[in-house]
């Protein structure tokens, strides 16, 4: 499988704003980091990495973390 289409792919599942925090969450940021980052409420950047698991299927930090190398997508 070409990983810059499956990439492509789940950039494609995800709005702009869950790429940021996708980016952010895999660079090591906290919530509360993310929020003050973005100008957004903490529930807010919760909210939206609970749908970023529901649409790549991943389910803890560790996942997102192992998730983005095994896809090359770590900044």
Request: glycine share 2%; aromatic share 8%.
């Amino acid at each position: 499988m070409n990983t810059n289409n499956y990439e492509f792919s789940i950039y494609e599942k995800l709005s702009p704003r869950e790429v940021e925090v996708f980016n952010l969450i895999v660079s090591g940021k906290t919530c509360e980091e993310i929020a003050g980052i973005l100008c957004i409420n903490v529930e807010t950047v919760k909210t939206h990495r609970k749908n970023i698991r529901n649409k790549i299927d991943v389910h803890s930090i560790r996942e997102f973390m192992l998730f983005a190398e095994r896809h090359k997508l770590r900044n």
